[in-house]
């Protein structure tokens, strides 16, 4: 992440980005609209799964908010909802 962020800040910021997404997604399902991606069951959403994504999308230091994007965009692209 760009900036001075202690790891401790980072992990947080992190879960908070996995937490979002995971509950976002959750939330238009019970509200019977589009998800965002539709994982297999076992899928989980946590730090090191942000991470692992991050580190496959983008490079150098990059905003925080590029997280998120990011990370719904690859869950968009590798786990397509079939409606």
């Known amino acids: ?14 879960a908070g980005v996995a937490s979002g997404i995971g509950y976002t997604n959750a939330a238009l399902i019970m509200n019977g609209r589009t998800p965002l991606y539709c994982a297999p ?33 690859w869950l968009s692209e590798n786990y397509p909802c079939e409606m």
């Open 1 to 14: 992440m760009k900036g001075a962020a202690s790891p401790d800040q980072e992990f947080l910021y992190l």
């Open 41 to 73: 069951n076992d899928y989980v959403l946590n730090v090191q799964e942000v991470k692992r994504i991050a580190a496959l999308n983008l490079t150098g230091p990059v905003e925080p908010q590029l997280y998120s994007v990011a990370v719904v965009t």
